[in-house]
């Protein structure tokens, strides 16, 4: 399983940029998919994540500013954010797992890739 995240790099605060991941090596339609955000010094956080049903979930510091989705077609994860603050500096980091066979047969193996970095200055 590979997972390639791309899209970041650094913006001024109020600027806007969309990450990628794009997932190889897994059924990426019934995957559950997220992105998380890692600061040095600081645990590895949950920024939003979207079933393999398209329901998401934001972390209330992102809500309204970032949107998540998925391109089944091109087994494709993104997150669009938008109004971007210094504190919104960190690697991010697209994970991938549970995947659902059934509805009664899950994998629970989860992926990560190596992150891409996003630097919002002030």
């Known amino acids: 399983v590979q997972l390639q995240a791309s899209g970041g790099g650094s913006v001024q605060s109020g600027g806007s940029l969309r990450l990628s991941c794009a997932a190889f090596?897994?059924?990426?339609?019934?995957?559950?998919m997220a992105w998380y955000r890692q600061t040095p010094g600081k645990q590895r956080e949950l920024v939003a994540s979207?079933?393999?049903?398209?329901?998401?979930n934001y972390a209330e510091s992102v809500k309204g500013r970032v949107t998540i989705s998925r391109d089944n077609a091109n087994n494709t994860m993104y997150l669009q954010m938008n109004s971007l603050k210094p504190l919104d500096t960190a690697v991010y980091y697209c994970?991938?797992?549970?995947?659902?066979?059934?509805?009664?047969?899950?994998?629970?193996?989860?992926?990560w890739g190596l992150g891409t970095l996003v630097t919002v200055s002030s």
């Open positions: 994970n991938a797992g549970p995947t659902c066979f059934s509805d009664y047969f899950c994998d629970h193996s989860t992926y």
């Open positions: 090596g897994i059924l990426f339609s019934v995957t559950d």
């Open positions: 979207i079933t393999r049903s398209s329901i998401t």
